[in-house]
């Protein structure tokens, strides 16, 4: 019983940490004037403040900022379409950092331990029948955070191209309501309310209900249609006549 206690709990501390710190960093003053700095030369039409912020993007990706955040900066910064043009790419670029990290890690003494978990063989299997229709929908759904997805998948067979595509698909419909309420906010400072008198303000508080409440909504239904295609597809993948075979528990 303790030995499984502490197999759980050694295959639990990474996820932990990797949870913990988007919000650890985001407590730092010099990581939030970063941001800060960042988000107001991207909204004067700086050329090298774009090239920061998809690198930024890249690394906030990886250690899990909130995708909220670094997408809702190109929307201040640049408004509804433009932002778009901007987040959506530089998303899909986080991800394959994402994605090779997640390579790197699956050769590790940890990745093998993390990749001998059911739920990992469960998605490799399937991402080995159908990879390109099945990282969509994992996309879409509300399985897991899209940079933990992004370092699962890296583990599995899945090809790079596979990956790109479904994130482009895949996270268009969040990316674009994130970038839309980053459009409406009017300074910087919204953006991570560094202060309670202006995170409480009434806009603010508008804003940011207004924009929980659709993408609640929205994300919902489309999450709801995702992972109702997701379990049938994983129904296909994993009987006989598809080459697979249900994994045990």
Same mark, same amino acid.
């Given at each position: 019983?303790?030995?499984?206690?502490?197999? +759980?709990?050694?295959?639990?501390?990474? $996820?932990?940490?990797?949870?913990?710190?988007?919000?650890? %960093?985001?407590?730092?003053?010099?990581?939030? %004037? $970063? +941001?800060?700095?960042?988000?107001?030369?991207?909204?004067?039409?700086?050329?090298?403040?774009?090239?920061?912020?998809?690198?930024?993007?890249?690394?906030? %990706?990886? /250690?899990?900022?909130?995708?909220?955040?670094?997408?809702?900066?190109?929307?201040?910064?640049?408004?509804?379409?433009?932002?778009?043009?901007?987040?959506?790419?530089?998303?899909?670029?986080?991800?394959?950092c994402s994605f090779g990290?997640?390579?790197?890690?699956?050769? !590790?003494?940890?990745?093998?331990?993390?990749?001998?978990?059911?739920?990992?063989?469960?998605?490799?299997?399937?991402?080995? !029948?159908?990879?390109?229709?099945?990282?969509?929908?994992?996309?879409?759904?509300?399985?897991?955070?899209?940079?933990?997805?992004?370092?699962?998948?890296?583990?599995?067979?899945?090809?790079?191209?596979?990956?790109?595509?479904?994130?482009?698909?895949?996270?268009?419909?969040? !990316?674009?309501?994130?970038?839309?309420?980053?459009?409406?906010?009017?300074s910087a400072l919204e953006?991570?309310? !560094? @202060?309670?008198?202006? $995170?409480?303000?009434?806009? @603010?508080?508008? +804003?940011?209900?207004?924009?929980?409440?659709?993408?609640?909504?929205?994300?919902?239904? /489309?999450?709801?249609?995702?992972?109702? $295609?997701?379990?049938? %597809? /994983?129904?296909?993948?994993?009987?006989?006549?598809h080459g697979g075979a249900?994994?045990?528990?």
């Amino acid at each position: 019983m303790g030995r499984d206690r502490l197999r +759980i709990l050694a295959r639990a501390w990474p $996820a932990a940490v990797m949870l913990i710190a988007p919000w650890v %960093a985001l407590q730092a003053p010099f990581v939030r %004037a $970063a +941001i800060v700095d960042l988000a107001d030369r991207m909204h004067q039409g700086q050329p090298i403040a774009l090239l920061q912020y998809v690198l930024g993007y890249c690394l906030g %990706a990886m /250690i899990l900022l909130p995708k909220a955040l670094l997408s809702g900066l190109a929307g201040y910064a640049y408004g509804p379409v433009k932002g778009l043009c901007a987040a959506l790419p530089s998303a899909t670029l986080g991800a394959c950092c994402s994605f090779g990290l997640g390579r790197l890690l699956a050769k !590790t003494s940890l990745g093998r331990m993390l990749t001998e978990t059911p739920r990992f063989r469960l998605v490799d299997t399937v991402v080995r !029948t159908d990879g390109l229709r099945i990282s969509i929908l994992l996309r879409l759904a509300p399985v897991m955070p899209q940079p933990l997805l992004s370092l699962l998948l890296g583990a599995t067979a899945l090809p790079l191209r596979h990956l790109v595509i479904s994130m482009l698909v895949g996270l268009l419909p969040a !990316t674009v309501i994130h970038v839309y309420v980053g459009s409406l906010v009017r300074s910087a400072l919204e953006l991570l309310a !560094t @202060n309670r008198a202006e $995170a409480l303000s009434p806009r @603010n508080i508008a +804003i940011g209900v207004g924009g929980l409440v659709l993408t609640a909504v929205f994300l919902w239904l /489309i999450g709801q249609m995702a992972k109702r $295609a997701l379990a049938r %597809a /994983i129904a296909q993948s994993t009987t006989p006549e598809h080459g697979g075979a249900p994994l045990a528990p």
